[in-house]
């Protein structure tokens, strides 16, 4: 049916006013959205800082403060917050523990109209960390309680967790200038660990995360690049996570490639490591010891889970050293169980030592001063060994040290219920073999130690860098054991029987030596020393003191006392040495008589007077560069003559100065015997006295 005029008329009028009313309502919301930005842009939100800073306060149980600005930006759609600060504990050494000069959130504009928060970038900047301990062992970072809630432990117990990543979406995390100082306690060195830049791309469950780190530590350059998997797949029950990074620190590459399987309840882990450097100058320089100076390689597969990993395909080469074989940590029992097979080569002992110990010291270091370091009264803790298992066959070949070198080294290490034990160990060196056991435990409160050792075939020549004529047989048998809190203690209650044996056959010479100390009394308790012997077929004994173990490394001088039987020589000597190791001085006196020295020419053939009665009594003063003879005095039947006699051997050539006084001398007597006893000797015996005089020397000497 036709519409009149009027019909359309008010349909165009009805028309204008909808439009009319959606035009108005529109431009209501506009510049609603125009004065909402309008009083955001320009909307001071510094008002709203001490509520903020009120409940981040009671949050972390710390004083914060917002000391800078916090702002909202519109373009594009941000937070910003500058100068934020958390105090440090009441005992920390500054008051901040931390200080962030920048923090921004760049939001998405749409997600949040529709009640979404998502985050598009997020940048810190500026960023100082004071980690550090007390003495007490307690640390500045424990900020509140934690408290157990039911939410989170029905989480915990579901099979697949997810990963609640909704509020980014390739999140781009710009990282700058962070900078974190530790110490582990206040009297040690404090460590700073500086972060130049980190950038994570992908930060989100749909794609692989890029990783970009680079900063220092210590001084020292490091980089850190690569990527891993989805990060949401990192609580994943069913998924794998790779990761396959490549770092650069102190001059060395490393690189880790691998897996992750099941990574909530990590399944299994295999990976890959190596690590290579050409110098390792930066290491010694950050560690503060002397390391060779490479080339390091490291190659390891670690494979393994939360109750048992494994490495095998250990190699690792420093230098010519080498080091290969299989560590296995079984953490299925109630203590963890190490099981290691390592095989070594090539291991210069005197390097080891000097990389252990400051620049400054050197391996012949006098070992009082080493004890003054390092007090011996400190008490070893060897609770330690309660904390796990252990057995480690180790075999090493070739260790050096300065012309002398061992040539294998076998040893069983075993720790079990609290008790080390090295049994049985083996060495073969150039100076012989040795095998034997110890074992190191705590018993009621005392550290126990105790070693046997058999060694057989010692060259002893070779140790003292004698002649060959020195390279003998000798032999070792030693039953010590010893008990106590400290090293002092275990010094000064060290017991037991060590027997050497000496046979040189060339020169006729044979010797036992025993050294025993029963069951000390005193922490000043000697050795005491039997020396049995036999010389050109001469027999000899020695018998006396030495002071106990404890008195080799403290200061006080080390004390000795001996008696010889030689022929028909009787000789007494009593006194101290300042330093048993170094000899810095000597201060003993020695008496020495017999009733016919005759007999000592007679049997040794050194062309000697047949005089009747000797006797020698001196006090002998000095260290090896000065040796001082003072107070001589010497009688026989045909001479007597006092003095002193100083032998200084500081130079190439030695010196000898003698003031001595001769009261009573027989020169007739003496060069009638003299001629005699030339008279009785052929040429052949004349060079066998030089030969046996030269023996007697050297062996004496010894």
């Known amino acids: 049916m036709p519409l009149c005029i009027e019909q ?21 919301v506009l510049l609603l959205v125009i004065s909402l930005f309008a009083y955001l842009q320009f909307a001071d939100l510094n008002r709203y800082k001490p509520q903020l800073s009120q409940r981040l306060t009671q949050y972390v149980n710390r004083s914060v403060v917002i000391d800078g600005n916090f702002e909202l930006k519109i373009v594009p759609l941000g937070i910003s917050l500058t100068d934020v600060i958390i105090a440090n504990t009441s005992w920390g050494s500054q008051p901040d523990m931390l200080s962030v000069h920048q923090l921004d959130l760049q939001l998405g504009l749409l997600p949040l109209l529709s009640g979404e928060f998502l985050i598009h970038k997020f ?15 307690e640390n500045n970072w424990r900020l509140r309680e934690s408290t157990k809630s039911q939410a989170s432990t029905t989480k915990a117990s579901k099979e697949s967790i997810s990963l609640p990543l909704d509020f980014v979406s390739d999140v781009e995390v710009d990282i700058r200038n962070i900078t974190l100082a530790y110490s582990q306690s206040p009297a040690s060195p404090r460590h700073e660990y500086i972060l130049n830049k980190a950038t994570l791309n992908g930060l989100s469950d749909r794609s692989a995360l890029q990783i970009d780190i680079s900063g220092q530590i210590d001084g020292h350059v490091y980089q850190l690049n690569g990527q891993t998997g989805i990060l949401a797949d990192l609580l994943s029950s069913d998924k794998s996570f790779p990761v396959d990074l490549q770092a650069q620190a102190l001059n060395t590459a490393w690189e880790i490639k691998g897996a992750i399987q099941n990574p909530l309840k990590l399944e299994r882990m295999q990976f890959n490591v190596k690590a290579n450097a050409k110098d390792l100058t930066a290491w010694q320089q950050w560690l503060g010891v002397s390391i060779k100076k490479g080339p390091l ?35 299925s029992a109630e203590k963890p169980n190490i099981r290691t097979q390592l095989k070594v080569k090539d291991v210069p002992i005197k390097e080891f030592v000097q990389a252990i110990q400051p620049e400054s010291t050197t391996i012949n270091k006098p070992v009082t001063q080493v004890a003054e370091e390092k007090p011996l009264n400190k008490e070893l803790d060897l609770s330690f060994l309660n904390l796990f298992d252990a057995s480690v066959q180790l075999s090493v070949n070739s260790v050096g040290y300065e012309g002398w070198a061992v040539d294998q080294l076998n040893a069983d290490l075993n720790i079990k219920d609290g008790q080390l034990s090295v049994a049985p160990f083996s060495i073969e060196s150039q100076l012989g073999q040795a095998k034997g056991t110890f074992s190191l435990v705590e018993e009621q409160g005392m550290n126990v130690a105790k070693l046997e050792i058999d060694a057989k075939n010692l060259a002893l020549g070779k140790f003292y860098d004698m002649a060959s004529t020195y390279q003998g047989i000798g032999a070792l048998q030693g039953n010590l054991h010893t008990k106590g809190k400290s090293l002092s203690n275990l010094y000064a209650n060290l017991q037991g029987k060590a027997i050497g044996r000496y046979v040189n056959q060339e020169h006729k010479h044979a010797t036992k030596i025993v050294l025993t100390r029963p069951d000390p009394k005193t922490s000043a308790a000697p050795f005491d020393v039997a020396i049995d012997g036999e010389l050109q077929k001469v027999p000899y004994k020695i018998t006396g003191e030495i002071g106990g173990p404890l008195a080799l490394i403290d200061d006080q001088p080390y004390p000795a006392t001996a008696q010889l039987t030689f022929l028909n020589v009787d000789a007494k000597a009593k006194g101290t040495i300042a330093s048993l190791f170094e000899a810095k001085g000597f201060d003993i006196d020695v008496d020495a008589r017999t009733d016919n020295l005759g007999k000592l020419e007679k049997t040794l053939d050194i062309g000697l007077p047949a005089l009747k009665k000797a006797q020698v009594t001196t006090v002998f003063r000095g260290d090896y560069s000065l040796l001082k003879f003072e107070h001589i005095k010497a009688k026989t039947s045909n001479a007597r003559l006092s003095g002193n006699i100083d032998v200084d051997v500081r130079e190439n050539k030695p010196k000898i100065i003698g003031n001595l006084d001769i009261g009573q001398f027989d020169w007739a007597g003496i060069q009638k015997e003299m001629t005699r006893a030339k008279k009785a000797k052929s040429g052949k015996a004349q060079k066998n006295t030089k030969e046996k005089k030269s023996a007697l020397t050297e062996t004496l000497s010894f």
């Open 297 to 331: 390689n490291i190659n390891a597969d670690i494979d393994g889970n939360l109750n048992r990993l494994s490495v095998t395909n250990l190699g690792v080469q420093i230098g010519n050293t080498a080091a290969s074989g299989d560590v296995t940590l079984d953490m």
């Open 123 to 137: 940048v810190l900047d500026d960023v100082q960390v004071l980690v550090e301990h007390n003495e007490q062992g």
């Open 8 to 28: 359309v008329i008010d349909r165009s009028d009805m028309l204008k006013k909808i439009l009319i009313g959606v035009v108005s309502l529109v431009s209501l």
